[in-house]
């Protein structure tokens, strides 16, 4: 692919908005612009708010824009987009219906005769590995093979752009790397059917594999960072420099660790830094590993010697990092001393540091200290705490971040939760007055 090939799709200045549940406006994604040309895989990478999905389907013209348009071949879309198919994460197959079957079912929608439909199937599902299985019904497959499903479904339309919102995602790690070098060697074939794709991801790993160029996203909302081209030979080997080298510098933009990306801010608010998806226990664990390593790491060489991807732990250094526990610069995660006395400490000193960092460092635990503090008896209800974060979160992930917050603030024994009234209470023994401490490190990009 070169700079002068054709352009397919073009984004243009795109923003999307939602009204919230208190009539209030989210915006999801901001002034995006792009170009998806022919001959190129494009990833979108990106973390949990970054806008990812809701970008692919305003490709896809399932989702109009609030403002901007999107157009393919230069005309504005109206409506779905003609020249795209999309591969879903969830495989979305009609259960009552056969793999053939499925596989007919965008034919059908355009109009195609039944003999034509027949014919063009059986030669996708020739194509993706599943002949023999024509008959079958998704319950009789495996997940590769109902995926394999959703490829043969999307092909058969022969889409001069395909659509792949995080497929390999619900697979096993061994299926999923099968399909993905499947993936690859039909597209460097004669007589693949598409002539661009356009992947969502959050993996960084499978960015470098398998894309020409990278688009990094940030969140809340959702804004391009940076865009990086991958300039290497297939098959890429995972084991090389450049490879590696690719790696790093993709994660030091998802994490907002390059110089001059991070900054210091004393008015970090719970939807301008929202928790990471993290458990105490989890970052509690990754801080001991840390400090048995000698204090300092290598994250790409922590995750390989624990057999994880790199995102799998991102979560986790996020929120070791807002609470101070650990520093990350380029990779490398470095205990802080805050960070040696937590992990050293006995059971009952550990909770009381962990309690001093997540009412003074994480915003959301912060502010419901704050306002349980400002009630008449200590208690309010978490519906308060809920129509609030919806002023900067979809639903969803506005109850998810209560969710953290709540595990965070019973771990440290500073407020509890009863089930049952949906209350929130103020722990009777928890000094739940502000602390001046260092102010938290506030990223520009995603938490």
């Known amino acids: 692919m070169t700079?002068?090939?054709?352009?397919?799709?073009?984004?243009?200045?795109?923003?999307?908005?939602?009204?919230?549940?208190?009539?209030?406006?989210?915006?999801?994604?901001?002034?995006?612009?792009?170009?998806?040309?022919?001959?190129?895989?494009?990833?979108?990478?990106?973390?949990?708010?970054?806008?990812?999905?809701?970008?692919?389907?305003?490709?896809?013209?399932?989702?109009?824009?609030s403002s901007g348009s999107v157009r393919y071949r230069g005309h504005e879309l109206n409506g779905a987009n003609p020249g795209t198919a999309m591969v879903f994460q969830t495989f979305a197959l009609m259960p009552w219906l056969t793999v053939q079957d499925n596989v007919e079912l965008g034919l059908a929608a355009r109009g195609v005769p039944p003999a034509r439909r027949r014919e063009?199937?059986?030669?996708?599902?020739?194509?993706?590995?599943?002949?023999?299985?024509e008959s079958a019904y998704p319950k009789e497959l495996s997940g590769g093979m109902r995926q394999r499903v959703g490829f043969a479904r999307a092909l058969v339309l022969e889409p001069d752009v395909l659509l792949m919102d995080e497929p390999f995602s619900a697979l096993d790690v061994l299926t999923a790397e099968n399909l993905r070098t499947e993936l690859m060697t039909l597209w460097r074939g004669q007589d693949f059917p598409t002539r661009s794709i356009c992947l969502v991801t959050h993996n960084i790993e499978e960015a470098v594999l398998l894309a020409d160029r990278v688009i990094v996203l940030g969140a809340n909302p959702g804004r391009i960072r940076a865009e990086v081209g991958i300039d290497l030979p297939r098959?890429?080997?995972?084991?090389?420099?450049?490879?590696?080298?690719?790696?790093?510098?993709?994660?030091?933009?998802?994490?907002?660790?390059?110089?001059?990306?991070?900054?210091?801010?004393?008015?970090?608010?719970?939807?301008g830094t929202p928790l990471p998806d993290a458990t105490v226990g989890g970052l509690a664990g990754l801080v001991e590993i840390v400090h048995a390593r000698g204090g300092h790491v290598d994250l790409p060489e922590l995750a390989a010697a624990l057999n994880f991807e790199i995102d799998d732990l991102l979560p986790l250094v996020d929120a070791a990092e807002l609470l101070g526990l650990l520093d990350v610069e380029r990779g490398d995660l470095e205990l802080t001393s805050v960070g040696t006395g937590f992990t050293t400490a006995g059971i009952q000193r550990s909770k009381q540091i962990f309690a001093e960092l997540a009412r003074t460092r994480a915003p959301l635990v912060r502010t419901i200290c704050t306002a349980l503090q400002s009630s008449a008896d200590g208690n309010l209800r978490a519906g308060f705490f809920l129509d609030l974060l919806r002023r900067g979160f979809g639903p969803d992930d506005a109850k998810r971040q209560l969710d953290i917050a709540i595990d965070w603030g019973r771990y440290a024994e500073l407020f509890d939760y009863d089930t049952d009234h949906d209350q929130i209470s103020a722990d009777p023994t928890a000094d739940l007055s502000a602390v001046t401490a260092a102010p938290p490190r506030v990223r520009t990009g995603p938490i």
Request: charge should be negative; aromatic fraction near 4%; glycine fraction near 10%.
């Open 3 to 65: 700079i002068n090939a054709e352009i397919l799709v073009s984004v243009e200045q795109v923003s999307k908005s939602f009204t919230g549940a208190g009539g209030d406006t989210l915006l999801v994604l901001d002034d995006i612009t792009l170009n998806l040309r022919a001959g190129e895989i494009v990833a979108l990478l990106g973390r949990s708010g970054s806008g990812k999905s809701t970008l692919l389907r305003t490709i896809a013209g399932l989702i109009a824009p």
């Open 120 to 133: 063009q199937a059986l030669r996708a599902i020739d194509t993706i590995g599943l002949d023999g299985f």
């Open 235 to 271: 098959p890429r080997d995972r084991r090389s420099p450049a490879f590696a080298a690719h790696v790093d510098r993709l994660y030091q933009l998802l994490t907002g660790t390059e110089a001059g990306v991070v900054t210091e801010s004393t008015d970090a608010t719970p939807t």
